[in-house]
């Protein structure tokens, strides 16, 4: 039924520029838009338009995430003491859906939504007691690929995303295609800030692995007051039963094309003429 549509409709491509600010939420941060945390991303963006409603979007993003127990408003989770910071790249691809139709001959400004899959890439470290940077993976904070706890599996740091959100448009001109967007990524792991399950005994942490790793599973130690018991096995240390998300807000700058491989084409009929001549 929508073939008749796509066939007769004019279609059209996008490629861009993605810039703004990104943040997390998950076990070390339970708020959508915290007043800390925000780091800067940008990124490529790539879209096709079977018609000037419906299309698919493709893209790249870089960014970082950070939290910190310290920052919080939660007495537990600032005697846990936790924090870590990771750089996130991140490739997706989804379908985008405009409210009103958005063409050269047609809507020039309109909201719009979209879903998708991606898959992202993150290696979260935190800081050492000396100051020192410390990737968290290999320390099995939780016990992961340790042979006293085998339900708990090393984790990997490639997983997937769900992208889903939305933005409002403009297209400015014949050739430039400016967005306002803010995006959600549910993400399929748990451990983007190394926190999930429970504590492991630290005698069993001390054996299989290192001090450091004792050090850095439960940092309450270095909070004022701390009254010198460490949490043993199945005491909670995250919540396992919700899986981290982060997301990306901010503006994309886009060159709006009908088709590829006639570009001096395209020029000569959308651009003024400063020759004087076509």
């Not at 790539?46 to 939290?67: C, D, E, I, Q, S």
């Not at 005697?79 to 405009?98: D, I, K, Q, S």
């Not at 990737?135 to 339900?151: F, I, K, M, V, W």
Request: net charge positive; hydrophobic share 35%; with cysteine.
């Amino acid at each position: 039924m929508m073939l008749p549509l796509f066939v007769s409709a004019q279609s059209h491509h996008e490629i861009g520029l993605f810039a703004g600010v990104s943040n997390y939420h998950g076990d070390l941060q339970d708020k959508w838009f915290p007043s800390y945390g925000y780091k800067p991303n940008m990124g490529i963006v790539y879209k096709y338009f079977m018609h000037p409603r419906v299309g698919v979007r493709f893209g790249a993003n870089y960014t970082r995430l950070t939290a910190a127990d310290s920052l919080s408003d939660i007495p537990a989770k600032r005697a846990r003491n936790l924090r870590f910071e990771t750089g996130l790249f991140e490739v997706h691809g989804g379908l985008e859906v405009n409210l009103f139709a958005v063409d050269i001959d047609r809507a020039k400004i309109s909201p719009y939504v979209f879903a998708g899959i991606g898959v992202f890439y993150y290696n979260s470290y935190t800081d050492g007691l000396n100051g020192e940077k410390v990737y968290l993976r290999p320390l099995s904070t939780e016990g992961q690929g340790l042979p006293n706890y085998p339900d708990r599996k090393q984790y990997s740091l490639v997983n997937a995303c769900f992208p889903i959100g939305g933005g409002l448009k403009f297209f400015i001109g014949k050739t430039l295609m400016i967005t306002t967007e803010i995006g959600f990524r549910y993400t399929t792991t748990d451990y983007l800030d190394d926190v999930s399950r429970s504590y492991v005994n630290m005698d069993t942490l001390m054996a299989y692995r290192s001090k450091q790793a004792v050090d850095l599973s439960f940092r309450g130690n270095e909070v004022r007051g701390w009254d010198g018991n460490y949490p043993d096995y199945k005491y909670q240390r995250g919540d396992s039963k919700s899986n981290d998300w982060y997301w990306f807000g901010g503006i994309s700058v886009a060159i709006y094309f009908d088709a590829f491989g006639n570009l001096a084409s395209y020029w000569q009929t959308k651009c003024p003429n400063v020759f004087g001549r076509r």
